[in-house]
């Protein structure tokens, strides 16, 4: 389907198909709203093109059918809704402590518990904070349109590869479940070698490979640690992204990211014409988060921050320690499957124009 023509299609469709193109050959996943259709897809495609398309009988399976999808060096993934990803994070901490790439797709819905299928980005904390258990990380992207969901989906596998580490974009059921225009880019898959660790037989030309994330003696398992983080900390240097939006003159920043920083850039544009001087700082990259943009705002002089999300506050603590203190960090959301609109950010950067608190 990779062609310069734009493409109708629903977000969950897109990520699927963007998975594909990317050379995605192996899917392990469980339905859930308002994530179905990804897996959907997989179920109609996968056949057609020589790939495998595995419903599992749990959550719980579908990721460690990812971990040894992924442990033979192919390009695997899974997709879920936050109570689905809530059961796959253990075998996404084994999957980040054997070094494996693979991609996880979380596209949000309402918590805690089964909580409802709307909407929401409550599910920051356990992306960016607690994956899984252990010290870990996970690439965490964050599409603001069907366009970037595709996009991402590209990056994310090519930088599970390179880092050998678990990626996840954090989508939620507004973007999902919409339907814009799409390019799917002409673009050819470049393999990494993966013959240095994945698991696809010796033929008696060299040693075995084994898969493993259990270290017994403490000082080996803080080695591989520290290795790792040494790894992280390049990712953190060169591949934190984000968006900015008229912030050169910024008195007010409105920090958001996905389907939340569509309504926040419209709040912006209206601020500007009615004279406040307001912009925005999109994260595209979660973790790594993109502090250093927001603390450059807050060099700048900007008066203050406003962070909106779909929750009660999460993303809210990363912004207050970038600003560290330079100035106040305001926090709007609305949580339960609501999305906030428009006029909502805009009554709360007049609030803050106006000097109320």
């Not at 469709?13 to 859930?32: D, N």
Request: charged letters at 20%.
């Amino acid at each position: 389907m990779a062609s310069s023509q734009k493409v109708l299609m629903k977000g969950n469709e897109a990520l699927a198909e963007a998975a594909i193109q990317a050379g995605c050959r192996h899917f392990f996943g469980y339905p859930i709203t308002p994530q179905t259709e990804v897996a959907a897809y997989m179920s109609k495609r996968m056949p057609k093109i020589g790939g495998t398309y595995l419903q599992a009988e749990s959550e719980i399976a579908a990721i460690n059918m990812v971990y040894g999808a992924a442990s033979a060096g192919v390009r695997a993934m899974t997709s879920s809704s936050s109570p689905g990803i809530s059961l796959k994070t253990e075998g996404i901490s084994y999957i980040a402590g054997a070094d494996l790439p693979c991609l996880i797709i979380n596209v949000q819905r309402g918590g805690p518990g089964l909580g409802g299928i709307q909407p929401s980005q409550a599910d920051y904390w356990q992306a960016t904070r607690a994956p899984g258990h252990g010290d870990l990380h996970i690439l965490v992207f964050a599409p603001a349109t069907i366009q970037e969901m595709v996009d991402l989906v590209f990056d994310a596998f090519e930088l599970a590869d390179t880092y050998r580490m678990p990626a996840m974009i954090l989508a939620d059921g507004m973007l999902g479940q919409m339907m814009e225009p799409v390019v799917f880019p002409e673009k050819q898959v470049t393999p990494i070698d993966k013959s240095g660790w994945a698991t696809t037989g010796t033929q008696c030309q060299r040693p075995h490979h084994v898969t493993n994330s259990l270290f017994l003696q403490p000082d080996q398992l803080e080695q591989k640690i520290v290795e790792r983080f040494q790894r992280y900390a390049q990712v953190q240097e060169k591949h934190t992204r984000c968006e900015e939006y008229l912030t050169e003159d910024a008195e007010y920043v409105v920090v958001a990211y996905g389907a939340t920083a569509r309504i926040a850039r419209s709040a912006v544009t209206a601020a500007r014409q009615q004279g406040i001087k307001a912009g925005l700082i999109r994260p595209i990259t979660l973790w790594p988060y993109p502090s250093a943009a927001i603390a450059a705002a807050a060099g700048r002089g900007a008066k203050a921050f406003l962070s909106v999300e779909m929750s009660m506050g999460q993303m809210v603590d990363d912004v207050r320690l970038a600003v560290n203190g330079k100035a106040p960090v305001h926090f709007f959301g609305r949580t339960g499957g609501i999305i906030p609109t428009p006029a909502e950010v805009l009554e709360q950067l007049q609030k803050l124009a106006g000097g109320e608190r």
